[in-house]
């Protein structure tokens, strides 16, 4: 079983710590996503990576960045962390397409995050 | 830019009443995807959509993506508690290869 594991399930800051969310998947896939969650906005791609060291900017990247320095491993940083901030944080990968196009994404069980 | 509507945002039904779900897109999407969050739980995959047209079926759960591949339903048939969740569909374009761009969600309250 595909298996995404993310560093913490619930996480508290205070306003201007720099954070870091962890997320490492056991599969081998080329991609590998961050979102974040917030109630009646579903889903929004923060970043994301498709091979080490790259990365591509989703729809909401002002205020994270992000690092992958190894195929298993994608890293949120939320360099001084603001309130506004506070969400459900889920990671994702998957393998690209491919022919048959298909590409699922496999999440973790999310960190929600509060900053105080 | 690039947008998935799903409507309606919210559900009320009757255990044993049907449901649906729809999205759509102003563009031609590749295929579509459809996934079920749990309350308190992660999206997990249920569906790929690709050809134009198609219909899939898992149980009481009927898939379809339309002629033009520019909207998609989700129906359940004779909703069971263990439906309680949100759905969301997620659309791939062809002009991306990694990205897929997702609709709002609609959340499936069973009534008591």
């Known amino acids: 079983d595909v298996k995404v594991t993310q560093s913490s399930r619930y996480l508290v800051k205070r306003t201007g710590e720099k954070v870091f969310l962890e997320c490492v998947q056991d599969m081998d896939h080329e991609n590998m996503f961050w979102y974040r969650q917030d109630p009646g906005l579903g889903l929004r791609l923060i970043y994301f990576s498709y091979d080490v060291k790259m990365k591509e900017k989703g729809d909401i990247p002002e205020g994270y960045s992000v690092s992958r320095e190894k195929k298993e491993r994608f890293s949120l940083i939320l360099e001084s962390a603001s309130t506004n901030q506070t969400s459900m944080y889920l990671c994702a990968s998957s393998f690209l397409p491919g022919t048959s196009g298909r590409a699922e994404q496999f999440f973790g069980p999310g960190t929600r995050l509060t900053v105080l | 830019g690039q947008q998935v509507m799903q409507i309606p945002q919210y559900q009320h039904v009757q255990e044993g009443e049907d449901f649906t779900t729809y999205c759509n897109s102003s563009t031609t999407l590749s295929n579509i995807q459809w996934y079920k969050q749990r309350p308190g739980g992660h999206p997990v995959f249920l569906i790929q959509?690709?050809?134009s047209g198609e219909v899939k079926k898992q149980k009481r759960l009927t898939f379809q993506f339309g002629e033009a591949k520019k909207n998609s339903s989700l129906h359940i048939t004779a909703t069971q508690t263990t439906d309680v969740g949100t759905y969301f569909c997620?659309?791939?374009?062809?002009?991306?290869?990694?990205?897929?761009?997702w609709g709002a969600g609609t959340k499936l309250i069973i009534k008591p």
């Open positions: 959509l690709v050809k």
């Open positions: 997620a659309g791939r374009y062809w002009d991306s290869n990694y990205q897929l761009i």
